[in-house]
């Protein structure tokens, strides 16, 4: 069109100055837009030419009249916000918030409306003068003009305080009008919002809470009083999600448990025949899950559930190792630890959430008081034992796998892991000897998790122990492939091979085997000799077993099951009717206190006596003499005579068994010692006690005593020295 | 007879049209349009009876309806661009008309969308992109900012003071820093309104409870409404000063360590997952180069810094520019033959990589160079060297894309924002507006 021939520039400065000429338009103008500003409020836009008052208010921003536009506006707005606030301040009673509510969402509308005519002031004129745009200048007016009003403000934080008050009492209250209301202060402004309303309402909380909660506790057990306060920390969340604003959520539950919880914790845990320990004891999962959710809102909650579950653990723990009746029937008392660490186990997987802070506590006080018993280790070993010999019997795998994974637990515990592989090694010893273990998988099994546990060096004898037994096997085998004709119409032979250093070790004399055994012996010994040079084989007769086939004077037969003394002294019958003691003693040349439990057991056992001894009576003396008794009878045609079973030791075996342990730890102490020396050349004695206890906790709490006496024998052997000037230091001599 | 209510009929200063309220409705609620239909003014829409009256242009009122219609943007050669723009700032589709001409910024689809003349009388400074398409170009001691119609504002300066940097603050703002005049509180730093030149406030620097007056040098700004500034006063007060960007009160201040350089800093940089700030000093301001990271918090030290004072020099080995590239953890410089070199910034003082391709360009030096300058965008790297801008992309940095427009000589300084590159040209005065197009419709 015509555009193209003008100059651009020149078309908007004519335009211009034909405005400045009508001095009056701009207020011409403005009348219009004040006008329709009154229409709006007044419910009565319809008639209003939106265009026309659009164009109205861009052309008052083009000419330079936006100062007059905006503060026109600003005035305009005011007188009608007064006369709302009026109309508000009149509402009695009940209609006082509805009416609030209603002249709000009037306002709102208004100011959309009247945001659309001024959008070109809004978008160009606003900015560039860093004025307060529309939409929050309207929102800024009714702030100060209706909600920060004398006769309004206080009316209104009082009315929605007493309405959620109220609510709480358990009246039904509108929400919905709560929630606009809410939402207007929210729009207002996150500082109105908290100013006059969240901070007052969150400290009525507060005394309303403290109120409650002291009369809960007063009429209410642990149990109640925490379903009480878990209903009301629900009832705030709620009341949140329905009108408040998401962000009061934390403020208003933290109230509720400070006042409900924080300040009543220690009076709930220890609450008399309702509080934690009964809990505990009567297995209230659901209670007990209930004060964790509580607690763990709180500071300290969880560390004084923690505490008090603990200090439990470990008195009732207490009482349970040191108690001696338990203490007569090991499986029994290591079944009652298993038990325990169950039920604590279901606890803190029902009811506190797996919390690793609570397994720790937990391990920590067993690891405690399964320490105070120095018997422990033993007891382990020997629940071990029984469940190796018998107790597996028809098990499954997974079962088998699950009563090991708890023994390892239990072991985890001990301090002296060293004391638990002695006894252990001696009880998998007398196993595999005699052929008792149940399930050979079982028993490698748990010396693979021993291992993974200790380390390798924990477990190389134990493993060197089934390999020797497999060997053994091979090398039976070997024998009689090699020799198997000329040996077959002979006493069988089985030897088991056992390494030095592998197997607990038993000084003994070797006795004097019967002239066919002992020439299958040597006929086996050059046959091994002779596959393996350079090794030496010592019989280990007490540790032995035999089969024999006996004939007894009424022509019965019977096979028995006997210890190689016993076989030794049954075999010497052969070749007499009867014999005394010093003539058994003089052939078999077995030590006396073998002897005589040997006898016993074939003499003195009712329906197992085999021999019959002059005179009758319980106990062997030297004078005694025996014979073959023709009278013995038996329902069965195996007779297993005298077998030895693992047992409890006895006080002095136990002492026997500690000195060993003492004697081995020596060696491992100064072992320690010198290789801390070695790397630190200079170290004081107590660093030098405590790096020692650190590197051997592994396998056995060191006593620092122990420690001393190890370090005085290494200075009398030049492996240390005193230091001349600091008689506190050690200086390591290379 | 769904067709039939959807449709709606204006009359545009005098000449007819219709369309649909669907087609209206594009505009969105924060327009004209959608105000008009809005249920609060009890417009029908589909009221067949009357049309509706627009008193404004009909020729810019059909060019915007079909880019309501179509979403693209065709100007007929008889509108001026100007017209249109305030056509649509009336309708409030000036978002939409934007949108229309460039798109999101991609170094390697830019095109040369238009080169504007300048008025200065000397060589230019510098040149930066505003955050909405806008940029202000410092010549001497005048600032010329053009918004993002490349229309022209009133310009700004510092009591006509050499103006040393610029910095938009928000869309709305800008802060420059020149030369202090000495004996009086002229120069130094101050805040200015982007559409009206005017002076805001002034930025001070107080030494022991004394207002000093300074050079201003590099700015920088961060997201917690900071603003950094290097600053020269009279006495040994070398150092970067920060202030807060709403009140313009300092807050902190950074003293040179012996040494080093930080008052006379070429470059500022923010780095915002560090927390820390940049500062290059570099050739020919200083004989050596200085490029140090500094952390507010603790003023004892600087986190980290490189330095080519002591070593040999030569020009293949003289930083011209440095910026730092927080994914990489690495600062990329420039020497003046345009080899980019790197270095660790996880190790401090460490070497420089330089990747050279020195010999190519030594021969073709023109008579009267400009240094390169660097700047990145959206893991892009971009350099300029006499009149032509190299792109650089992926981990290896391989030149992709080369923009050139061969009027206007040199560029002394580029800058990217926007969506858009503006690159200053030294000798004609003429700065180049670089943009994407918009996506194609097929």
Known sequence: MSSGQKKRNFQIEAFKHKVVVDPKYAEKTWKVLEHAIHEIYNHNASGLSFEELYRNAYNMVLHKYGEKLYSGLVSTMTFHLQTMSKSIEAAHGGSFLEELNSKWSDHNKALQMIRDILMYMDRTFIPSTRKTPVHELGLNLWRDNVVHSDKIQTRLLNTILELILRERTGEVINRGLMRNIIKMLMDLGASVYQEDFEKPFLDVSADFYRVESQEFIECSDCGDYLKKAERRLNEEIERVSHYLDVKSEAKITNVVEKEMIANHMLGLVHMENSGLVKMLLDDKFEDLGRMYNLFRRVPNGLSTIRDVMTSHIRDTGKQLVTDPEKSKNPVEFVECLLEKRDKYDKIISLAFGNDKTFQNALNSSFEYFINLNPRSPEYISLFVDDKLRKGLKGVKEEDIELILDKVMMLFRYLQEKDVFEKYYKQHLAKRLLSGKTVSDDAERSLIVKLKTECGYQFTSKLEGMFTDMKTSQDTMQGFYATYGAELANGPTLVVQVLTTGSWPTQSSVTCNLPSEMLALCEKFRSYYLGTHTGRRLSWQTNMGTADLRATFGNGQKYELNVSTYQMCVLMLFNGADSLSYREIEQATEIPSSDLKRCLQSLACVKGKNVLRKEPMSKDIVEDDGFSVNDKFTSKLRKVKIGTVVAQKESEPEKQETRQRVEEDRKPQIEAAIVRIMKSRRVLDHNNIIAEVTKQLQSRFLANPGEIKKRIESLIERDFLERDNADRRLYRYLA | ?442
Not at chain 2, 99 to 118: E, H, M, Q, Y
């Open chain 2, 1 to 442: 007879m769904g067709v039939q209510k959807d449709r709606v009929k204006f009359n545009v200063g005098g000449r007819h049209f219709e369309t649909t309220a669907t087609t209206l409705a594009i505009a969105g609620r924060n327009s004209l349009f959608g105000a008009m239909f809005d249920e609060n003014w009890d417009l029908d829409p589909t009221a067949a009876a009357d049309e509706h009256f627009i008193d404004r242009n009909p020729d810019c009122f059909a060019v915007l309806l079909d880019l309501l219609r179509t979403g693209e943007l065709y100007i007929p050669p008889n509108i001026p661009e100007r017209l249109l723009h305030r056509e649509a700032l009336f309708y409030g589709l000036s978002d939409h008309l934007r949108a229309a001409k460039w798109g999101p910024f991609d170094g390697n689809t830019v095109r040369l969308s238009r080169s504007i003349p300048g008025r200065a009388p000397g060589d230019g400074t510098a040149i930066r992109a505003g955050p909405d398409g806008g940029c202000c170009v410092a010549h001497g001691s005048m600032v010329h900012v053009y918004d993002w119609a490349m229309e022209e504002h009133p310009p700004m300066n510092l009591d006509y003071q050499r103006v040393n940097d610029a910095v938009w603050a928000d869309s709305n703002s800008i802060v420059l820093s020149a030369c202090e005049r000495l004996g009086r509180d002229d120069g130094g730093m101050g805040l200015f309104n982007a559409s009206t030149g005017e002076l805001k406030y002034k930025f001070h620097v107080t030494h022991d409870d004394q207002v000093k007056s300074f050079t201003g040098g590099a700015l920088s700004l961060n997201s917690d409404y900071r603003l950094f500034g290097s600053c020269r006063g009279r006495s040994n007060e070398y150092g970067v000063g920060v202030w807060d960007q709403l009140s313009g009160k300092q807050v902190d201040f950074f003293y040179e360590p012996p040494g080093w350089s930080l008052g006379e800093a070429d470059k500022l940089q923010w780095l915002h997952g560090a927390n820390c700030l940049m500062v290059a000093t570099l050739f020919p301001r200083k004989d050596n180069c200085y490029i140090s990271l500094l952390d507010f918090r603790d003023k004892e030290r600087m986190v980290w810094a490189w330095s080519d004072a002591g070593a040999p020099v030569g020009d293949e080995r003289r930083v011209r520019d440095a910026i730092a590239m927080e994914e990489c953890g690495s600062i990329c410089v420039v020497n003046e033959y345009e080899d980019l070199g790197f270095m660790d910034l996880r190790r401090s003082g460490g070497a420089m990589r330089w990747r050279s391709r020195s010999p190519l360009m030594k021969g073709k030096m023109p008579d009267e160079p400009c240094y390169p300058k660097l700047a990145l965008h959206q893991g892009q790297l971009f350099s300029s060297m006499n009149d032509t801008i190299s792109v650089f992309c992926g981990p290896d940095w391989v030149l992709t894309s080369r923009l050139r427009n061969s009027y206007g000589g040199s560029i002394c300084d580029f800058s990217i924002g926007g969506d858009r590159l503006f690159a200053l040209h030294s000798e004609e005065n003429v700065f180049d507006v670089w943009e994407t197009r918009p996506p194609p419709i097929m």
